[in-house]
């Protein structure tokens, strides 16, 4: 079974600042998904990684195959950035279902 | 991307009530799954929604709590039955799409279920 942990649990953070959530998982993996949840509940994919590195406007998210371990970075934090960030593993063995860390909720401060 | 909505948006219910979910997607997709996440958790996985047969539920749920239809390609139901104040949960429709050799998988905006 693949466990999933993220770090930190909760993160605050001034406006501008520059924000890393990390996440490890303790099996091989065929992808890896950071996920956003704003308050009112319904999720957006942000990346799906299987190696290297995706930048999306002010959003980096790598990933280290070797290491077992992923972190997601938003530049230039903004108050709408305030969500729960989800880190989801997909694992061949699991039959491609995802398994979920506890999630990062992320306050940006104006 | 894979368009997802889901009605209703939320609801609140009284206990011994069943409320069905729908899912609908602007595309046809390869899997469908419906999950839970209960106040402060992550999300569980309940059952993934076969089309034209009977879903295949992970353990702890079972068809008679959560029964779930996928009569076509694009759209599914999740019924919560018996509803208690456990069951209060955000319920959401996730999908996945095949495109070449990449799976992407979306998620629906949730339903936001109270029951008092």
């Known amino acids: 079974k693949n466990e999933v942990e993220q770090s930190p649990q909760n993160l605050t953070a001034q406006e501008g600042e520059f924000i890393t959530i990390n996440c490890s998982y303790s099996?091989?993996?065929?992808?890896l998904h950071w996920l956003q949840q704003h308050p009112g509940g319904g999720i957006v994919s942000l990346f799906m990684?299987?190696?290297g590195k995706k930048k999306h406007g002010r959003l980096i998210a790598t990933i280290n195959i070797q290491e077992k371990h992923s972190s997601l970075h938003i530049t230039a934090s903004h108050p709408r950035d305030s969500a729960v960030y989800i880190c989801?593993?997909?694992?061949?063995?699991?039959?491609?279902?995802?398994?979920f860390g506890g999630g990062t909720r992320v306050l940006v401060k104006p | 991307s894979a368009v997802i909505s889901q009605k209703p948006s939320r609801d609140i219910c009284q206990r011994g009530t069943s409320l069905t979910i729908q899912c609908q997607v602007d595309?046809?997709?390869?899997?469908m799954f419906w999950y839970r996440q209960q106040p402060g958790q992550s999300l569980t996985l309940i059952a993934t929604?076969?089309?034209?047969?009977?879903?295949?539920?992970e353990s702890g749920f079972v068809i008679d709590k959560f029964p779930i239809s996928r009569p076509n390609l694009t759209f599914s139901t999740l019924t919560v039955s018996n509803m208690s104040p456990e069951d209060s949960s955000i319920y959401l429709c996730?999908?996945?799409?095949?495109?070449?050799?990449?799976?992407?998988?979306?998620f629906g905006p949730g339903t936001r279920l109270t029951v008092t």
């Open positions: 990684l299987s190696s």
């Open positions: 595309s046809q997709v390869t899997m």
């Open positions: 996730s999908v996945v799409r095949t495109s070449g050799r990449a799976e992407e998988q979306y």
């Open positions: 929604a076969n089309q034209g047969s009977e879903a295949t539920y």
């Open positions: 989801a593993v997909r694992t061949k063995a699991a039959g491609n279902k995802l398994t």
């Open positions: 099996v091989g993996i065929s992808a």
